[in-house]
């Protein structure tokens, strides 16, 4: 085993021989969009996010689905399947088989296995003082579907996350991988803070975060403000307290952005500073526009995060 669970990372990774190692994961969740369709296509893409987070190729996937079948309308079960299928059609993975039972509240996901060469694979440990932290996507997920539970939320904001979340990480990992990137870690549940610790923790260092600079979906401070975000945001905050220090003139409002929990979100990578331009331009040819420097690795403080 290369890596398991003590450093908290995306996915497992077991060695084969000295050119080939297995990466594996797991993940799932309830509807977080109406669509039955593209919720199968968001659960797909977020399950395969931890493979390419590891610098990984996802190869195969097996279902696991929960539902209350006997409440389901006709149809609804066949298009979360076929929504994952495609999207993971797109990701060069075949579906195995899976595993169903009934569930009252619906729950959808994959296991997936990928490959990794072990002398390139990306941890979270990696990540050294004077590396340049990437976030490869906005942030927002969490509290733009928030407000679709809401019926806060307009059918273009709805598009716009939906087509967000359903995007594959497969092209910011192939530029991490070749810029020669020293850590990285998907944003998820935790949030870019809960993922950041994640990355500090596992490389005894301090991520320094410039608030100014994480980009956001349009619209997520407006809710914050409006008091429109999921609890786990709460959560997250809550538990980070203890490792994080923000400055000042860090808003309410920005450290809730920052600890929204993401469905599919981006990668933070760690790339030295004299890589910078090779991740940008590979990132540019992987149609990641959206990409932003939004921090640095300093040595290590009294708080593993510092927000400024």
Not at 43 to 53: H, T
Not at 85 to 94: I, Q, Y
Not at 274 to 280: C, D, P, Q, S, T
Not at 282 to 287: K, P
């Amino acid at each position: 085993m290369l890596v398991g669970p003590e450093t908290w990372d995306d996915a497992g990774i077991y060695r084969l021989n000295a050119r080939e190692a297995l990466v594996q994961t797991v993940d799932f969740f309830t509807p977080i969009v109406d669509s039955p369709y593209d919720f199968g296509g968001i659960a797909a893409a977020n399950a395969v996010s931890d493979v390419y987070a590891m610098g990984g190729v996802p190869e195969t996937a097996l279902c696991l689905l929960g539902a209350p079948v006997a409440d389901l309308a006709p149809g609804v079960l066949s298009d979360i399947l076929r929504g994952g299928e495609d999207a993971l059609a797109e990701a060069g993975v075949v579906v195995l088989g899976g595993h169903s039972i009934r569930d009252p509240e619906l729950k959808f996901g994959y296991a997936i296995t990928g490959r990794v060469d072990p002398r390139r694979m990306v941890t979270n440990a990696g990540a050294r003082p004077g590396d340049l932290l990437v976030l490869t996507k906005p942030l927002g997920t969490g509290v733009l579907t928030t407000a679709l539970k809401r019926q806060l939320l307009a059918d273009k904001a709805l598009k716009n996350v939906t087509a967000l979340m359903r995007h594959l990480n497969a092209g910011a990992s192939r530029a991490m991988v070749k810029a020669g990137a020293h850590a990285a870690t998907d944003v998820t549940g935790f949030g870019l803070l809960g993922h950041s610790r994640n990355i500090a923790a596992a490389s005894k260092v301090t991520l320094q975060l410039d608030a100014s600079r994480v980009p956001l979906i349009a619209g997520v401070e407006d809710l914050i403000e409006a008091g429109c975000y999921p609890g786990g945001l709460v959560n997250n905050l809550k538990f980070l307290e203890p490792v994080v220090k923000f400055a000042p003139h860090v808003s309410k409002v920005q450290q809730k952005a920052l600890a929204d929990p993401q469905t599919s979100g981006g990668l933070l990578i760690a790339v030295s500073p004299a890589k910078l331009r090779i991740l940008v331009s590979a990132l540019r040819c992987e149609h990641a526009p959206e990409a932003a420097v939004i921090g640095r690795v300093i040595a290590k403080k009294k708080h593993l995060l510092e927000v400024i």
